[in-house]
């Protein structure tokens, strides 16, 4: 089985930084993309960044230049450094992977449980 596991989360003062890490382990063929997402509340799950297995970066509008999403390959893990943060990054944060699990290189998406990071104004 393949578990994802973040951590990290927590309370910080605006313009503070978190680093939030999220660790895959479980037999796996490779890790593809791996990325971040969170929801507020009331609020539907939305994109935050994503890295490829080329390590190609993407962010959304509302965190680029603040957040930095980066991979260690050799210790399956994805990092996200949250620096400037305000208000409105307060949200549950999801950590995504898409894993094949066997030669065929078919990937499938899986989450983690989730890390609440809660930013005080």
């Known amino acids: 089985q393949v578990q994802l596991v973040e951590s990290g989360g927590g309370l910080v003062q605006a313009g503070g930084s978190l680093r939030l890490s999220c660790v895959v382990s479980?037999?796996?063929?490779?890790?593809?993309?791996l990325g971040w997402y969170r929801q507020a509340p009331g609020k539907q799950r939305e994109f935050v960044a994503v890295?490829?297995?080329?390590?190609?970066?993407k962010y959304a509008d509302s965190v680029r230049g603040r957040f930095t999403i980066s991979r260690d390959n050799g210790k399956n893990t994805v990092y996200l450094q949250m620096n400037s943060l305000i208000s409105e990054d307060t949200a549950v944060y999801y950590c995504?992977?898409?894993?094949?699990?066997?030669?065929?290189?078919?990937?499938?998406?899986?989450w983690g449980q989730g890390t609440q990071v809660t930013v005080s104004s």
């Open positions: 995504n992977a898409r894993i094949a699990l066997d030669y065929s290189r078919n990937e499938n998406d899986y």
């Open positions: 479980g037999i796996f063929f490779s890790i593809g993309d």
């Open positions: 890295i490829e297995s080329g390590y190609t970066s």
